[in-house]
């Protein structure tokens, strides 16, 4: 199964070279450019081993300021930094997610880069020794006919 720290990482990796500092604790409050990213997970089992992961991820962006102000051309620049750098196929460990879209927003001085993580993924054989199930066990019923004969009429 691919970890969500393997996730982190690949992010950290890849936004570090835009030489900015990366946040997936809190908000940094700061006066120097930083990133957030925030990561929403939710996953859908089909059977035992394998299930569908879908991570949206918002990564955001707080710009340079001059002389207390927000520089806007920078949040424009690096929404096209960042789609060259994450987009079509982004890679964590020996995995290659291809992103379909990407959706660029700003909001409050904030540059928002949002997209989804669509995969499949499966349990290694150590992870699924450590899924217990409690297995079914015989059931007795007996039913009573009220009236009618067996076939219920």
Do not use: C, W
């Amino acid at each position: 199964m691919l970890s969500l720290r393997a996730i982190q990482r690949a992010f950290v990796q890849k936004l570090s070279k835009l030489k900015y500092d990366v946040s997936f604790d809190e908000v940094i409050q700061a006066d120097r450019p930083f990133f957030y990213i925030d990561l929403s997970i939710r996953s859908k089992s089909f059977d035992d081993v394998y299930f569908d992961r879908y991570i949206q991820v918002d990564i955001m962006f707080t710009p340079p300021k001059r002389n207390g102000r927000i520089q806007t051309k920078e949040l424009y620049l690096m929404a096209d930094e960042l789609e060259k750098l994450i987009r079509p196929i982004f890679y964590v460990e020996d995995r290659a997610i291809t992103i379909m879209e990407a959706e660029q927003t700003i909001v409050d001085g904030i540059l928002h880069y949002m997209f989804d993580l669509d995969f499949t993924d499966a349990f290694t054989d150590e992870e699924q020794e450590q899924i217990t199930y409690e297995l079914m066990r015989e059931l007795d019923v007996t039913i009573n006919y009220v009236g009618g004969n067996e076939d219920g009429k």
